[in-house]
Protein backbone atom coordinates (compact mmCIF):
# COMPACT_ATOMS: atom_id res chain seq x y z
CA UNK A 1 0.00 0.00 0.00
CA UNK A 2 2.95 2.18 0.97
CA UNK A 3 4.09 1.67 -2.56
CA UNK A 4 0.87 2.69 -4.03
CA UNK A 5 0.82 5.82 -2.36
CA UNK A 6 4.38 6.76 -2.78
CA UNK A 7 3.51 6.21 -6.85
CA UNK A 8 0.72 8.56 -6.64
CA UNK A 9 1.90 11.15 -4.78
CA UNK A 10 5.01 11.26 -7.06
CA UNK A 11 3.02 11.01 -10.06
CA UNK A 12 1.09 14.05 -8.96
CA UNK A 13 3.78 16.16 -7.68
CA UNK A 14 5.43 15.20 -11.47
CA UNK A 15 1.63 16.72 -12.78
CA UNK A 16 1.62 20.02 -10.76
CA UNK A 17 5.37 20.67 -11.73
CA UNK A 18 4.99 20.12 -15.24
CA UNK A 19 2.05 22.70 -15.06
CA UNK A 20 3.71 25.24 -13.44
CA UNK A 21 6.72 25.27 -16.59
CA UNK A 22 4.08 24.93 -18.90
CA UNK A 23 2.64 28.62 -18.49
CA UNK A 24 5.23 30.35 -20.53
CA UNK A 25 5.75 34.32 -19.11
CA UNK A 26 5.70 36.20 -22.55
CA UNK A 27 6.99 40.10 -22.06
CA UNK A 28 4.57 42.54 -21.42
CA UNK A 29 3.99 44.93 -24.66
CA UNK A 30 2.93 47.84 -23.93
CA UNK A 31 0.27 50.03 -26.45
CA UNK A 32 2.16 52.20 -28.40
CA UNK A 33 2.09 55.69 -27.22
CA UNK A 34 -0.23 57.91 -29.69
CA UNK A 35 1.33 59.31 -32.32
CA UNK A 36 0.00 62.86 -33.77
CA UNK A 37 1.29 64.75 -37.45
CA UNK A 38 4.16 66.04 -38.02
CA UNK A 39 2.37 69.39 -38.64
CA UNK A 40 1.02 68.81 -34.87
CA UNK A 41 4.74 68.12 -33.95
CA UNK A 42 6.49 71.27 -35.37
CA UNK A 43 3.38 73.33 -33.92
CA UNK A 44 4.04 72.25 -30.34
CA UNK A 45 7.88 72.44 -30.86
CA UNK A 46 7.29 76.12 -31.95
CA UNK A 47 4.72 77.28 -29.10
CA UNK A 48 7.59 75.59 -26.31
CA UNK A 49 10.18 77.40 -28.09
CA UNK A 50 8.10 80.52 -27.67
CA UNK A 51 6.75 80.18 -24.41
CA UNK A 52 10.82 79.55 -23.69
CA UNK A 53 11.56 83.03 -25.22
CA UNK A 54 8.42 85.20 -23.08
CA UNK A 55 9.77 83.12 -20.01
CA UNK A 56 13.36 84.60 -20.55
CA UNK A 57 11.69 88.07 -21.19
CA UNK A 58 8.93 87.80 -17.81
CA UNK A 59 6.65 88.21 -20.46
CA UNK A 60 4.56 85.01 -20.26
CA UNK A 61 0.76 85.67 -19.93
CA UNK A 62 -0.75 82.56 -17.81
CA UNK A 63 -3.12 82.04 -20.95
CA UNK A 64 -0.37 80.92 -22.72
CA UNK A 65 0.88 78.77 -20.35
CA UNK A 66 -2.15 76.78 -19.85
CA UNK A 67 -2.36 76.36 -23.32
CA UNK A 68 0.88 74.78 -24.24
CA UNK A 69 0.11 72.51 -20.85
CA UNK A 70 -3.46 71.76 -22.61
CA UNK A 71 -1.06 71.07 -25.99
CA UNK A 72 0.89 68.65 -24.31
CA UNK A 73 -1.43 66.64 -22.94
CA UNK A 74 -3.64 66.63 -26.01
CA UNK A 75 -0.33 65.13 -27.84
CA UNK A 76 -0.03 62.14 -25.04
CA UNK A 77 -3.19 61.53 -25.92
CA UNK A 78 -2.92 61.76 -29.96
CA UNK A 79 -5.54 64.44 -30.17
CA UNK A 80 -3.08 66.29 -32.94
CA UNK A 81 -6.36 68.91 -33.93
CA UNK A 82 -6.22 69.93 -30.30
CA UNK A 83 -2.68 70.34 -30.57
CA UNK A 84 -2.20 72.30 -33.53
CA UNK A 85 -5.48 74.70 -31.91
CA UNK A 86 -3.70 75.43 -29.01
CA UNK A 87 -0.30 75.68 -29.95
CA UNK A 88 -1.83 78.31 -32.74
CA UNK A 89 -3.24 79.80 -29.17
CA UNK A 90 0.09 79.78 -27.27
CA UNK A 91 1.53 81.49 -30.24
CA UNK A 92 -0.47 84.28 -30.54
CA UNK A 93 -0.59 85.18 -26.65
CA UNK A 94 3.06 85.15 -26.61
CA UNK A 95 3.45 87.12 -29.69
CA UNK A 96 1.25 89.52 -27.96
CA UNK A 97 3.11 89.04 -25.14
CA UNK A 98 6.18 90.32 -26.14
CA UNK A 99 4.52 93.37 -27.90
CA UNK A 100 3.49 94.74 -24.97
CA UNK A 101 6.93 94.98 -23.26
CA UNK A 102 7.02 97.60 -26.12
CA UNK A 103 4.02 100.00 -24.88
CA UNK A 104 5.06 103.01 -22.90
CA UNK A 105 4.77 102.85 -19.35
CA UNK A 106 1.46 104.76 -18.00
CA UNK A 107 2.47 106.98 -15.45
CA UNK A 108 -0.38 107.95 -12.77
CA UNK A 109 -0.52 110.74 -10.71
CA UNK A 110 2.27 113.32 -10.59
Known sequence: ????????????????????????????TKPAAPTISAEAKAALSAAQADVKTAKSKNALWTTAADALK???????????????SKSKLVSDHVKKSLAQLDYPMIKVGD
Open 1 to 28: MSKVLIALTTAALLGLSGCAEMKTSQPE
Open 70 to 84: AAEAAAEKGDSATVL
